[in-house]
């Protein structure tokens, strides 16, 4: 049975960072994507960053220029840098594989930006 488990969350203040970090257990024999999605109150849930195993990634507007999504195959890895942090980055945030046939979640790690 395959498990995601973030960490790397927490409370800072507007233009610190964080880097989130999501490791997978479990048999996955194929990986086509991992990334992150994010969820504030009242929001729906929505992309934030994404990696192909080929290592294209793609991003929301949002953070375009201010997080870095990488992860390693060979772990199941997936880490997100988050810099010049803002308070509309305050959401739940969760990480995903997608493999061939399907999807996995984490539980989430709560990032909240305020000063």
Known sequence: QVQLVESGGGLVQPGESLRLSCAASGTIFSINTMGWYRQAPGKQRELVAE????????????VKGRFTISGDNGKNTVYLEMNSLKPEDTAVYLCT??????????QGTQVTVSS
């Open 51 to 62: 990696i192909t195993r080929g290592g294209r990634t793609i991003y929301a507007d949002s």
């Open 97 to 106: 594989i997608l493999g061939v046939s399907s999807r996995y979640w984490g």
